[in-house]
């Protein structure tokens, strides 16, 4: 997967020190999934690009991963070659101090707004060409979506090559790719915990908080963690939280605690209950998705063997995080199995 930034203002080569890289040498970096080389295709008065380039080791995804841990890496999938998480990883390690937008030697023309260019390619379109424009044409930058040949289930390219043109601060135009190129894929290539919260609102802060597309961002990059998202969407706009609801519908501390139980919970409940009167001790949930059944099921005593079944490995890895499997605290092993499938 590549990533390049250039620039034509005037000695373009100024762009190594905004970088911290310098034009003349190549720059590497181990990662735990691969390896990452910056370097500089051009480099003179005129125009100047530095361009990241990341190698992820297939096989190091998947070796020494257990059960609970890694399950989509286990199976094809484009984790290798999309622009991805594993990307924003690598530009944060690699332009960690460019993107605080301090620099040393040219701190004015760190605060200055210059004619930029940035390529990421191949970029995954979980949500096609106009969820990519709604994403970066509000802060300014001019979209140019060039799909790349490989169509999907839905009949619409899954990948695309993705160049952005405008005005305006490095650091802003890398703390943007950082965010948002894991919101365009949808996944992260690691647990997503409230640490993330901390890291999207640092990297956000100017801009995340009135971007239209603000819930959506929020809720992607947190790994479609809705309590996180709320959490963070609270962060973002401390001033009106709870707005939302009449001041008569706003629930107290005290009154949450004497909610009532959620329907989804009877229903949980009930279903537990009828599976129990069939004397059944080994149980299979087919169309697991995140385990909330395993998880409720596995609590009891009576039951000796879970399977859960489902053709989403994203889901799998929920259930497998939810239900701590080779982990402490979690079932003995062999207790619950988790499989990757349909029944068609």
Known sequence: MFLSVATTHRPATDLGFLLHKHPDRLHETDLSFGKAWL?????????????LLLDVDPVGLVRGK??????????????????SSFLSVALNKMLR????????????????????????????MRGGEALVRSLFEPLG????????????????????????????RLS????HLYVLIPVMDDAKHYWVGEA??????????????NHPAKDL????????RRALARIALERLAPET???????????????????PIRLNDLRMEAVVQAIQATGSTSIADLGCGEGKLLGRLVRERWVHKLFGLDPAARELEWAAKRLKLNEFGGPPEGRVTLLHGSLT
């Open 39 to 51: 370097f500089y295709p051009e480099a003179n008065e005129d125009r100047c690009e530095a361009a």
């Open 66 to 83: 257990g059960q609970a841990e890694g399950l989509l890496d286990q199976y094809v999938n484009d984790r290798p070659y999309a622009a």
């Open 97 to 124: 101090t460019a993107m605080t937008g301090i620099s040393k030697e040219r701190q004015e023309l760190a605060d200055s707004e210059l004619p930029l260019e940035a390529v990421v390619t191949p970029l995954p």
């Open 141 to 168: 930058w001019t979209v140019d979506l060039t799909p790349i040949e490989d169509i999907g289930a839905a009949g619409e390219p899954r990948y695309g090559h993705l160049m952005l043109t405008g005005t305006g």
């Open 172 to 175: 802003a135009l890398l703390n």
């Open 196 to 209: 993330e919260i901390d890291k999207l609102l640092s990297r956000g802060e100017g801009w995340l908080e």
């Open 217 to 224: 961002i929020v809720r992607r990059y947190l790994g479609n």
């Open 241 to 259: 939280a709870g707005e939302a609801q009449p001041a008569e519908l706003r629930v107290t501390p005290e009154e949450a605690l004497e909610t």
